[in-house]
């Protein structure tokens, strides 16, 4: 069983950190990834109370392979979506009780965790009818969708070694 997580551009080293840890570690990388919250500078605050921390101490990961998402930006009408890198974490990499699913629906609005479990992995790998919705507006509008919008999301408090994963595409 497999988690996965967008190879960084410009990658260096072989762990993958959350925001905060990058800021003293990578400023540089900081710097860049920081960039992406220009128009949501709340977003990196934003409290996950299971875990008691924020969004920029977890390291974001998800159940649905790369090549599902790509094919669902095809079935929505984006056949020019580049391919995408991803690290494929094996699931004992990480530590349960350091990890939540957060769960982002379109339908009255809402954000919710439940604690992960490796047992219910099936469930995580889904591309939601949401996700699906977000990529055909997105098309009809001209715009660049986001990849993993409303897609479940494995959240992670801590660094994760990549040094053993595979890299795979989609």
Known sequence: MF??????????????????QLRTKMPDIYRRHMAKYVDRPALPSTRIPPLECGWGDVVFLTAVHPRKLRAALHS??????????????????????????M????GDRYVSYIPFNAIRM??????PEDTLRHYRLSKLLGQKPFRHQYVPQILYRGSIDVSNAQIVTG
């Open 103 to 106: 769960y982002d629906r379109v």
């Open 76 to 101: 929505c009408g984006h056949t020019d979506a580049a391919e995408m890198r991803a690290y494929e974490i094996h699931v004992d990499s990480i530590h349960q009780l350091e990890s939540v699913v």
């Open 122 to 127: 099936s469930e995580y790998d889904m591309v």
């Open 3 to 20: 988690l996965y997580h967008v190879v960084p551009p410009g990658m260096r080293g072989d762990r993958l950190y959350p925001l905060r």
